[in-house]
């Protein structure tokens, strides 16, 4: 006669510590494998982005240096032209202070030559006008002598 047990054999503390062992290495193998394959995937995905990426830069940092460059060209040409703009607002002043100074020179000299004319005229009038008078003095002298 035989004795079997149909109730399952109870397993021994060691055989329970190494079942949960394999199954944390079963888990952590499938976990490794699964985050390698993520892992691989994110650097094929970072290895097609980095060509764009690098592109992007130098993209980017061509048209800083651009935009650099064209703000240095558009502040000196605002400042030549600055410069330009006063120089010529210098030079139109002088011309116009030189004009201004021919003109009062050359009305100051008709002025003279006026006023020398004038006089001249004056003289000669007030010359004519004395011996006039005295003409007319002398005439009504005699007049008065011989009255």
């Known amino acids: 006669m035989s004795v079997k047990n149909n109730q399952p054999e109870e397993k021994g503390f060691f055989e329970k510590v190494k079942e949960t062992i394999e199954e944390l290495w079963d888990g952590t193998k499938e976990k490794a494998e699964d985050v390698k394959d993520a892992a691989e995937d ?10 764009a990426k690098a592109k992007v830069i130098k993209t980017t940092a061509a048209a800083k240096s651009s935009a650099s460059k064209k703000a240095g060209n558009v502040a000196s040409k605002a400042k030549s032209a600055a410069v330009n703009v006063k120089n010529k607002a210098q030079h139109e002043a002088h011309e116009i202070v030189a004009t201004a100074k021919e003109k009062a020179a050359h009305l100051k000299a008709e002025a003279d030559v006026k006023a020398k004319t004038l006089t001249k005229k004056a003289k000669a009038e007030t010359t004519l006008a004395r011996r006039a008078m005295t003409t007319k003095t ?9 009255a």
């Not at 994110?42 to 060509?51: E, M, T, Y």
């Not at 002398?138 to 011989?146: D, L, M, P, Q």
Request: net charge positive; hydrophobic share 35%; proline share 5%.
């Open 42 to 51: 994110k650097i094929d995905d970072l290895k097609k982005k980095r060509p």
């Open 138 to 146: 002398v005439a009504v002298a005699k007049k008065a002598k011989s």
